[in-house]
């Protein structure tokens, strides 16, 4: 008596080998790497007319949520993907991603940045100081470009009111960083955008603080 041997069938072979392949591929993703702004560079040093820490006349603000794009409001990077300036395609970055959403990243490093150039206190954090103003600040990130390994470009608005007298100042800047290559040089050229315009709001505080008109400087580059 013979005993007959059963082959596999073809298609289940192939499927043993797209699964192994799926594995194995699996393995060798790349992986998602974390960013953010907080700390990604120095801090401004604090300005001439800053208080010394614990004063009782420290400068107070209030730094409201930054509105951004919606298509930024995510956790992945967004940069420009030609490197043709006039190009309107974008790349969404899935394994370049923000440790929070990005107007999330931009809220706290442009209050690390005012709270370290102003000797400020900020109140949205708490602590509010009694009997002192607060310096409400509202920023709209209006436009940005990300070139990797090229530049970044970035325009913000901003008001300030003082909490007071209702005295309010405004303004518009344009900012751009050349950055070297790597996803690490586009962070720090970010950061380095809001640290410059965070040394713009800190100058129309101390205009408010000290009863003078702000002034309104649009530009920013380096």
């Known amino acids: 008596m013979k005993l007959s041997r059963t082959r596999p069938a073809a298609g289940g072979s192939l499927l ?3 699964c192994v392949l799926l594995v194995l591929a699996a393995c060798v993703a790349a992986p998602v790497r974390f960013y953010t ?3 990604a560079a120095p801090l401004p040093a604090p300005r001439q007319t800053a208080p010394a820490p614990g004063s009782a006349s420290r400068v107070q603000f ?8 919606e298509r930024l409001a995510r956790p992945q990077m967004v940069v420009r993907s030609d490197a043709d300036s006039s190009s ?3 790349s969404v970055l899935e394994q370049q991603r923000w440790s929070s959403p990005f107007d999330r990243e931009l809220r706290d490093s ?3 940045a005012l709270a370290a150039s102003l000797g400020a206190n900020d109140v949205s954090r708490g602590g509010q100081l009694p009997g002192q103003p607060v310096y409400r600040i509202a920023i709209q990130m209006q436009q940005f470009d990300a070139a990797l390994d ?3 470009q970035a325009s913000f608005g901003w008001t300030i009111t003082r909490s007071d007298n209702n005295d309010i100042a405004i303004c518009q800047a344009v900012a751009t ?5 790597g996803m690490e040089e586009l962070v720090h050229g970010i950061h380095r955008l809001v640290v410059h315009t965070a040394d713009r709001i800190a100058s129309q505080i101390d205009a408010l603080q000290g009863g003078r008109v702000p002034t309104c400087d649009r530009s920013a580059s380096s």
Do not use: Y
């Open 16 to 18: 043993a080998g797209i």
């Open 37 to 39: 702004l907080a700390g």
């Open 62 to 69: 209030e730094l409201a949520p930054v509105g951004v794009p």
């Open 88 to 90: 309107a395609r974008v």
């Open 110 to 112: 442009f209050g690390l």
């Open 150 to 152: 090229q530049q970044v």
């Open 177 to 181: 960083q050349p950055v070297g290559p």
